[in-house]
Nanobody, 128 residues
Framework: QVQLVESGGGLVQAGGSLRLSCAAS????????MGWFRQAPGKEREIVCA????????YCADSAKGRFTISRDNAKNTVYLQMNSLKPEETAVYYC?????????????????????WGQGTQVTVSS
């Protein structure tokens, strides 16, 4: 079992930046692929970015490429999402998620259904 706790959300003006953090606890000695998802009211949960256990492979949705960066510090069991040039339409609850990666340190997951563990979410509100 892995427990995930997100932090760093809040209110920011359009064009501003936020850095989200996700602290993992529990069976963190295992290898876990990590992902950031978001869900706006009335919309489906969508992937923002994902990172392999080793950190050697990352993926970001087209909407996030060039503005968002995902990173991780395995010594601190923490994953980060740096978000720059935020847009009002990116207002949503942002969720951290984890899935056991097995023996492959480069495994990535792009769908919510692939992830087994979820945090409670942190609200990000971008004002225009």
């Amino acid at each position: 079992q892995v427990q995930l706790v997100e932090s760093g959300g809040g209110l920011v003006q359009a064009g501003g930046s936020l850095r989200l953090s996700c602290a993992a606890s529990g069976r963190t000695s295992s290898t876990y692929t990590m992902g950031w998802f978001r869900q706006a009211p009335g919309k489906e949960r969508e992937i923002v970015c994902a990172i392999s256990w080793s950190g050697g492979r990352t993926y970001c949705a087209d909407s996030a490429k060039g503005r968002f960066t995902i990173s991780r510090d395995n010594a601190k069991n923490t994953v980060y999402l740096q978000m720059n040039s935020l847009k009002p339409e990116e207002t949503a609850v942002y969720y951290c998620a984890a899935v056991y990666a097995g023996a492959n340190p480069l495994t990535l997951g792009r769908r919510a259904s692939e992830y087994a563990y979820w945090g409670q979410g942190t609200q990000v509100t971008v004002s225009s």
